[in-house]
């Protein structure tokens, strides 16, 4: 079986982009949050989440994200509860995915949430990617045009950098493209030779 490495960061921390450099050294990357969002507008998902939180959620059969945003960020309950429905499907999929990866010597599975949905176990080594407050939120509004009100929001229903560092096996501080293209280096080098 391949080994699985976790990437994982607080919203606006940049994982998307430290994804993307694991990728050009050839490692298998799934992105968690985009199979999620494929995931939950399937119709049999819809369903499920309609039946749960109301019509109000869903627009034009698909996932009305902003409605769905408002309720589950101020609401730690509604949010364990859309939770129950995501994750057992993403797990499942992601499950099928790493079969057809199986002979690589290692993939990078990337999620916002790794610890607080405890799956830190199903991983060999785990990568944190962090950067400046100020910074992430640049990105984030930039990126989402939300207000810093609604980052923040959602910056609080995470773990902390401090909770995710001390359980990482990796930190890459994501503040400048160059800094952090080393530091992918340097810990792709390193996997591959724990692997030898």
């Known amino acids: 079986m391949t080994t699985i490495v976790g990437l994982t960061g607080g919203i606006g921390s940049g994982k998307t982009t430290v994804a993307k450099m694991f990728q050009d050294l050839g490692v298998p990357v799934y992105i968690a949050d985009l199979e999620a969002k494929q995931i939950t507008n399937e119709p049999e998902t819809l369903k499920l989440i309609e039946q749960q939180f109301g019509q109000g959620v869903i627009e034009n059969e698909q996932l009305n994200r902003a409605a769905m945003a408002e309720i589950v960020f101020t609401n730690p309950a509604k949010l364990s509860q859309l939770n129950a429905i995501i994750h057992p499907l993403v797990a499942e999929h992601f499950k099928k995915w790493i079969q057809k990866h199986k002979s690589e010597k290692f993939i990078i599975k990337e999620t916002a949430i790794l610890f607080e949905t405890n799956n830190q176990h199903t991983c060999d080594f785990v990568i944190t990617v962090t950067a400046p407050i100020k910074i992430r939120l640049d990105r984030v509004a930039k990126r989402d045009s939300i207000s810093e009100k609604e980052i923040l929001n959602r910056i609080n229903n995470q773990w902390t950098d401090e909770q995710r560092v001390a359980k990482s096996d990796f930190v890459i501080n994501n ?16 996997i591959i030779k724990s692997l030898e």
Not at 175 to 190: A, D, G, L, R, W
Request: proline share 0%; hydrophobic share 30%; charged share 25%.
């Open 175 to 190: 503040t400048t493209i160059e800094q952090t293209e080393m530091q992918v280096s340097q810990i792709f080098e390193e």
